[in-house]
């Protein structure tokens, strides 16, 4: 019954690069060669982005003509398709003027020549490698980067169909990151010195925007929410969570009714609450006094956020906005985005439990989640209902946001395993991390990296993409090995 709210998509730039020469020179070569250009568009298109084809540049002329129109289309990625040999007049003043991810695309139509009835005109249709180190060194020269080189097949090339479908998800996060609206709500977690972020160096360094929340403008949208749609939120978590008795935390209860409806109504305010202020995520944090509406309302986001975060919408707890920032560029990945730290080692198996006590990625859970009532938060105020589940078993991969003696942002991003067992029954997520060469020695290398106790939690190997976006970014990285 959870869908994501908004479709994840980007802009997709493609131009083809030639010699000219060559068409008066070899009859039908021109033909043979946008259909395979056509062919590859079509590729693109597939992993649901919208493509805009400058067409064929084979002189420097058209080249200094197509600079405008790529600028004004405002892509996301480009690819420069290597269609076959090019002189690299004709990507010189693509590549100085548009200050947008280059890949360039060496594909070739066929897998090798056929040699008993090899020939030029064969050849040009399958000289796609030829200029490339032509186009990255003038690159150099210009002191412009090329950011991939994609090297196979145009047809039935499944490694190639995977890296151009990587650099479509790292569109798609380019894309949502520039402009987002990522709230602050609340203020830090008292004493947490690794959360505070300056929002207008997050502006600068993710292109978005930071709107300023305050506690009572969720309230505002609270006391309007009606009792129909209480009950069709309630509908949503009784199909959605397992709710089953509790087991050994004694601080645990069976979801009670009373805590069900509470998550259910601020569930529905903060639908409310994303829609009135266009939100692409939320960071939050606040307490209030006893009995107050606003600690009423603060305590009871955890159900309704991990809903979001299922649709799309980030929602992070205790203010931490670096690390929500990480969650969406997971989730546009499409790998999930749990708001994860790290829990106890298990020596004797050696693994690491990573969890948190906050809102979570509901797409990325193994079997059903469930929710548990509190009758406290360990370390905060409040209880309520809390969500208690273990990420899908395999690969995962783990994306810290950290800031940097001179202000600058840190992307620290380590790779492990969501290992099969148990996990601790308290109504907070909870997964067994296992890390290569043992998990002792990752979490020290990690730690040394000088990371935030906080980072996005998602399914899969994606080091190699996240520092492809951090480049893009202008950000430092580090994978953890």
Avoid at 469 to 474: E, K, N, R, S
């Amino acid at each position: 019954m959870i869908e994501r709210k908004n479709k994840r998509t980007a802009k997709i730039g493609i131009f083809a690069v030639a010699h000219a020469t060559y068409w008066a020179q070899f009859d039908g070569l021109y033909d043979n060669i946008m259909g395979f250009h056509k062919d590859f568009c079509d590729m693109v298109e597939k992993n649901d982005v919208e493509v805009v084809d400058f067409g064929m540049i084979d002189s420097s002329e058209k080249a200094y003509d197509v600079v405008p129109k790529i600028l004004a289309t405002n892509v996301d990625v480009l690819f420069c398709n290597m269609v076959t040999y090019a002189t690299s007049s004709v990507f010189a003043p693509i590549v100085k003027e548009v200050n947008k991810p280059m890949v360039l695309v060496a594909l070739q139509p066929r897998a090798a020549l056929d040699y008993t009835k090899a020939n030029t005109f064969m050849q040009l249709e399958n000289d796609n490698i030829c200029s490339v180190p032509e186009f990255t060194g003038v690159a150099i020269r210009l002191n412009k980067k090329v950011n991939d080189v994609i090297i196979g097949c145009l047809y039935n090339d499944d490694e190639a169909q995977k890296e151009i479908a990587k650099w479509c998800d790292i569109a798609k996060v380019l894309h949502d990151l520039r402009g987002a609206r990522m709230g602050l709500m609340g203020h830090t977690m008292e004493a947490m010195y690794d959360m505070h972020a300056d929002p207008t160096a997050i502006s600068a360094a993710f292109g978005l925007h930071v709107p300023l929340l305050e506690i009572d403008d969720a309230v505002r949208v609270y006391k309007t929410v009606t009792e129909e749609e209480i009950a069709e939120k309630i509908k949503i978590i009784d199909a959605e969570f397992d709710m089953p008795n509790p087991k050994s935390d004694p601080i645990t209860l069976k979801l009670t009714d009373e805590d069900k409806y509470s998550a259910a109504k601020t569930a529905v305010a903060l639908d409310k609450l994303v829609e009135k202020y266009n939100l692409t995520g939320l960071a939050y944090y606040y307490e209030g006094e006893d009995d107050s509406i606003q600690r009423k309302v603060s305590s009871t986001f955890i159900v309704g956020n991990s809903i979001l975060n299922a649709q799309g919408i980030p929602m992070c707890g205790e203010y931490d906005i670096k690390t929500c920032v990480a969650m969406l560029i997971m989730d546009r990945l499409d790998i999930g985005g749990s708001f994860a730290e790290f829990h106890p080692f298990d020596f004797s198996e050696d693994f690491i439990l990573v969890g948190h006590d906050g809102p979570h990625h509901l797409k990325i859970a193994e079997g059903k989640p469930v929710l548990r009532s509190l009758k406290k938060f360990h370390g905060k105020p409040g209880s309520g209902a809390s969500v208690e589940f273990k990420i899908k078993e395999g690969p995962i991969t783990m994306l810290g946001i950290t800031s940097t003696y001179d202000g600058k942002f840190k992307f620290v991003i380590g790779e492990g395993y969501s290992k099969e067992g148990p996990i601790p029954p308290t109504g907070n997520t909870n997964t067994r991390g296992f890390f290569k060469p043992t998990t002792k020695e990752f979490i020290k290398k990690w730690v040394m990296e000088g990371p935030t106790h906080h980072y996005a939690l998602g399914v899969g190997h994606h080091a190699e993409t996240i520092s492809k976006i951090a480049d893009i970014l202008g950000i430092e990285w580090v994978i953890v090995r």
